[in-house]
């Protein structure tokens, strides 16, 4: 299923519909958010002219001390702590971009653990923001800013695996560094700081962006809502919208394909 929501944006000031994507380590949460783009028609666009857009929450990994690149550098930094990421900076950038504020996102390289000097991406104001990472539900406030939340739910092995080989082709890294920061950092940090922020999930999504009936649920969702609003003229806030079509009968006809 497609949509396309041509026609919607260009009223800088509305209020997007700002979902947070979560999900362990490699859970498919980039993939999950660039399938709801090209289901919508967003993807071949200029990014002046989106009307969904996707941020990831590593562009916001806070810059280290001295002591702690030196950690990094032997592996031994603990980026999926809560600490790790610059919280007030997410807030603050989420809370312009639903005030319809065109913003700077920092750019950040894996491979000096660093935000790259001089260097930003612009968001533009859109219909639709996707905020992807694994802790964009541990903080309350920035928790309550989000229209709709997704758990990417996929077993602890597949993601593994998929870390293995994206941290040695992407990021750099040997197979002994990657196994030693999964099994020290990732692995306990996502069981007392990521896991448990599933309860906060409006949508559970099992297998990630191999679950298509799930994505496509979520994409008609977000495109009833949207043109709801355009034909309402009405402004969203997290409290005022109930996800009345979230079509719960068909969820729990399914519980293969959506958790509750």
Same mark, same amino acid.
């Not at 968001?123 to 990472?133: H, K, N, R, S």
């Given at each position: 299923?497609?949509?396309?929501?041509?026609?919607?944006?260009?009223?800088?000031?509305k209020?997007?519909f700002? =979902?947070?994507?979560?999900g362990g380590?490699?859970?498919?949460?980039?993939?999950?958010?660039n399938?709801?783009?090209?289901?919508l028609?967003q993807?071949?666009?200029?990014?002046?002219e989106r009307?969904?857009?996707c941020i990831?929450?590593?562009?916001?990994?806070?810059?280290?001390?001295p002591?702690?690149?030196?950690?990094?550098?032997?592996?031994q930094?603990?980026?999926?702590?809560?600490?790790a990421?610059?919280?007030?900076?997410?807030?603050?950038?989420?809370?312009?971009?639903?005030?319809? =504020?065109?913003?700077?996102?920092?750019?950040?390289?894996y491979?000096?653990? /660093?935000?790259?000097?001089?260097? /930003?991406?612009?968001?533009?104001?859109?219909?639709?923001?996707?905020?992807?990472?694994?802790?964009?539900?541990y903080?309350? *406030?920035?928790?309550?800013?989000?229209?709709?939340?997704?758990? @990417?739910?996929t077993?602890?092995?597949?993601?593994?695996?998929?870390? @293995?080989?994206?941290?040695i082709?992407?990021?750099?890294?040997d197979?002994?560094s990657?196994?030693n920061?999964?099994?020290?950092?990732? *692995?306990?940090a996502?069981?007392?700081?990521?896991?448990?922020?599933? *309860?906060?999930?409006?949508?559970?999504?099992?297998?990630g962006a191999?679950?298509s009936?799930? =994505?496509?649920l979520? @994409?008609h969702?977000?495109?009833? =809502?949207?043109?709801?609003?355009?034909?309402?003229?009405?402004?969203?806030?997290?409290?005022?919208?109930?996800?009345?079509?979230?079509?719960r009968?068909r969820?729990?006809?399914?519980p293969?394909?959506?958790?509750?």
């Amino acid at each position: 299923m497609s949509r396309n929501i041509s026609g919607l944006n260009g009223i800088e000031g509305k209020t997007p519909f700002l =979902i947070g994507v979560s999900g362990g380590t490699a859970s498919g949460k980039t993939t999950v958010c660039n399938r709801i783009m090209e289901k919508l028609g967003q993807v071949d666009m200029d990014q002046t002219e989106r009307k969904v857009v996707c941020i990831s929450q590593d562009s916001f990994y806070r810059n280290l001390t001295p002591a702690e690149i030196i950690l990094a550098e032997k592996g031994q930094f603990n980026f999926d702590h809560p600490e790790a990421f610059d919280n007030d900076l997410i807030f603050s950038t989420l809370s312009d971009i639903l005030a319809g =504020i065109k913003c700077q996102v920092p750019t950040y390289d894996y491979c000096t653990h /660093s935000r790259v000097q001089g260097q /930003s991406i612009t968001i533009y104001p859109a219909d639709v923001v996707l905020f992807e990472g694994i802790l964009v539900f541990y903080v309350a *406030k920035i928790r309550d800013l989000f229209h709709m939340k997704l758990f @990417v739910d996929t077993d602890s092995d597949t993601r593994l695996a998929r870390r @293995v080989a994206r941290d040695i082709k992407e990021r750099g890294r040997d197979l002994n560094s990657v196994l030693n920061q999964y099994m020290n950092n990732v *692995k306990p940090a996502f069981e007392e700081f990521g896991l448990p922020t599933k *309860k906060f999930a409006d949508i559970i999504i099992p297998r990630g962006a191999d679950n298509s009936v799930a =994505i496509d649920l979520i @994409v008609h969702h977000i495109w009833d =809502i949207l043109h709801l609003k355009k034909m309402n003229g009405a402004e969203m806030t997290p409290a005022s919208i109930q996800h009345p079509y979230l079509h719960r009968r068909r969820i729990s006809q399914s519980p293969d394909t959506i958790s509750r």
